[in-house]
């Protein structure tokens, strides 16, 4: 019996060193961005807040081995069979290491891009978009990681198995006084293994909020157990009243009252930016272009001296924040005035969002016709049935385009998607009197970063800067045809990127983006320095043409009197606001405020859990 006994507990220890050993690799290979938050000390305190979860982990992963040690205890003669006992345990422990393997690995690996742990959402990205921002060393790196987990632990398992769990098998049979008193033991382990699993003895069950002790989201994030974060957000993940805070009446309140303020004016209150009501209007989408790209500079080089220019002509938007953090979430805040969500993309749920409303529908509605240009698979996260269900006419991509040139992983590089993109809507505009709303999604400043060009040694800046020259071209071609006149251009990014590493997923720097509308259908060169989101641009832009933009209930029109001026974004874990007196950033995760700078905080959270709160209201409708 005491044999049992220590296969049940050594194969719980192993599970339990394994999710140890994980956090070390975990720190080591995102050792420089987390060594710049944290000191030696703190991340002992991860290890120590972790345990919680590492524990429930392990006994999860024990609960299988225990139950088959309870069944030898009472077994037939006819079942001690070691060569049959051996298959069952080695097949499961197999099938465990390796998924064990594939979680790590993924979550070590997407860390550094996505700065969260592993959750749900990776279910969102088939294998093949995954792959495309991997390189060849990316890839070599993680089969090597993977094996050696894999190998690893399977000899560990099965050591353990082969020593303490197969001699008992071929045992005679106890008789059942003592196969009684075996049992009782076992159930006490196996109430000690379900008290792990559901992390003590508290109200509160085992869940990834349980390991948040720190004020500093690096820390909470390193305590996270990534094969419990990815099994909780795979069994919560579409709960849609996981953001409920207040009754469904409060909420509709606060989120209505959020939209105006009677003491809201400014110099572009009641604005008219456009020379006429019906232009040609050209947006192009620009790959993770943010703000701390567009300000950066590789030594005394710019790394967008083409965007850079364009912001002293047409209009700037000094204060524009993306709503989200990926490009299904990003599309879906621009073309749809729809808020990004922290833990799942309605671009994926097509049934949903068909039921989305789009500028391109309401610009059809009077006339235009419209076109989408992407110079990859447009399949990408449900994005075609996405467009078409919002009133894209037509969707061009890589399919269609049959373009020459460098490809990338991602598709065709953006020199000749711009280059294709510019003849096309030149001839459209040139042959046809109806007016067109056309838009461009690039895709070359997405990782891994590879590009026909060289004038950075950094490759994440080099793709900027060679996705800037292309844009650069892209507009003096428009600027030089008779289109110009009547056009239009809206320039403006999905998302922001993690650059530099240190701002942290999110920071308000992560979130702000630049946006530009130029053409010769702007009336003059403004600077706009209101706050604003990407989900306000439908609103502000349907008010300029005066088409109706009622349906876009989270888009305000920024012009409008008694506008609030404000940006909201969600991250993983939760949101944040800025305006002209302060930021909030909060984490729902934690129930914890990470950032309060200025005044009304109290204010913000209760907006941003509407607005949150308010979103998977719409959501739960459609």
């Not at 919560?236 to 309140?253: I, N, Q």
């Not at 049934?351 to 059809?364: E, T």
């Not at 030089?480 to 251009?489: G, Q, R």
């Not at 005044?599 to 709160?613: P, S």
């Amino acid at each position: 019996m005491s044999k049992r006994l220590k296969f049940i507990v050594a194969t719980f220890v192993v599970s339990l060193l394994m999710s140890v050993v994980n956090r070390v690799v975990f720190i080591l290979y995102n050792y420089t961005m987390i060594a710049a938050e944290c000191s030696f000390v703190e991340l002992l305190q991860c290890f120590r807040h972790g345990l919680v979860l590492d524990l429930s982990i392990a006994g999860y992963l024990t609960a299988l081995p225990l139950l088959a040690t309870i069944v030898t205890v009472w077994q037939p003669a006819s079942w001690r069979k070691t060569k049959v006992w051996q298959r069952v345990m080695n097949s499961y422990f197999a099938v465990i290491v390796f998924i064990v393997a594939v979680i790590e690995c993924g979550d070590i690996g997407l860390f550094e891009a996505w700065q969260a742990r592993i959750d749900a959402q990776v279910f969102i990205y088939t294998p093949k978009e995954m792959m495309a921002s991997l390189t060849l060393a990316n890839i070599l790196g993680a089969l090597a990681y993977i094996g050696v987990t894999v190998v690893v632990l399977f000899y560990l398992f099965s050591r353990i198995s082969s020593r303490w769990f197969l001699p008992q098998v071929c045992e005679e049979r106890y008789k059942p006084l003592r196969a009684s008193a075996y049992t009782f033991i076992l159930i006490i382990a196996a109430g000690l293994l379900f008290l792990a699993m559901r992390g003590g003895t508290t109200t509160a069950t085992a869940n990834v909020s349980k390991v948040h002790f720190s004020h500093r989201s690096m820390l909470n994030k390193i305590a996270i157990n990534p094969i419990f974060s990815l099994i909780e957000s795979a069994t919560t993940g579409d709960d849609l009243a996981r953001f409920d805070y207040f009754s469904f009446k409060k909420a509709e309140e606060i989120f209505a009252n959020s939209l105006h303020c009677s003491e809201a004016q400014s110099d572009i209150t009641n604005a008219r930016w456009l020379t006429m009501e019906r232009p040609n209007i050209v947006v192009v989408v620009m790959e993770g272009m943010g703000c701390t790209i567009t300000e950066s500079y590789e030594g005394e080089e710019p790394v967008t001296p083409n965007l850079t220019a364009l912001q002293n002509e047409g209009i700037w938007f000094e204060n524009m924040y993306a709503s989200s953090f990926r490009t299904d979430r990003g599309n879906v805040a621009i073309f749809s005035g729809f808020p990004g969500q922290p833990t799942m993309s309605i671009m994926k749920l097509a049934k949903r969002a068909s039921k989305l409303p789009g500028i391109a529908a309401a610009l059809n509605s009077v006339g235009y016709s419209t076109r989408f240009f992407y110079g990859g698979d447009s399949n990408f996260t449900n994005t075609r049935a996405y467009l078409y269900s919002t009133g894209y006419m037509e969707v061009i991509d890589e399919k269609r385009m049959s373009l020459e040139g460098h490809r990338s992983k991602w598709g065709y590089a953006d020199d000749a998607v711009l280059d294709y993109a510019a003849e096309e809507i030149i001839s459209r505009i040139e042959s046809s009197d109806a007016p067109c709303f056309e838009t461009i999604l690039t895709l070359s400043s997405h990782e891994p970063y590879e590009v026909p060009y060289k004038r950075l040694e950094d490759a994440r800046l080099n793709s900027f800067a060679y996705t800037d020259e292309c844009i650069g071209d892209f507009v003096d071609k428009l600027r030089n045809s008779a289109a110009w006149e009547n056009m239009l251009l809206i320039l403006v990014p999905d998302h922001s990127t993690l650059y530099p590493t240190s701002i942290g997923n999110h920071s308000s720097e992560r979130h702000r983006i630049p946006m530009m509308w130029l053409g010769g259908a702007v009336r003059e060169h403004i600077v706009v320095d209101e706050y604003m989101s990407q989900t306000d641009i439908a609103a502000t832009l349907l008010a300029q043409l005066d088409i109706d933009h009622s349906e876009f209930i989270f888009s305000r029109d920024i012009c409008a009197p008694g506008c609030a001026h404000f940006a909201y974004w969600t991250y993983p874990v939760g949101f944040g606001i800025i305006d002209s007196e302060g930021k909030t950033i909060y984490d729902s995760a934690s129930d914890k405020v990470l950032v309060e700078e200025g005044v009304n905080h109290d204010e913000r959270i209760e907006v941003g859990k509407a607005w949150l709160e308010k979103t998977f209201i719409e959501i739960r409708k459609m």
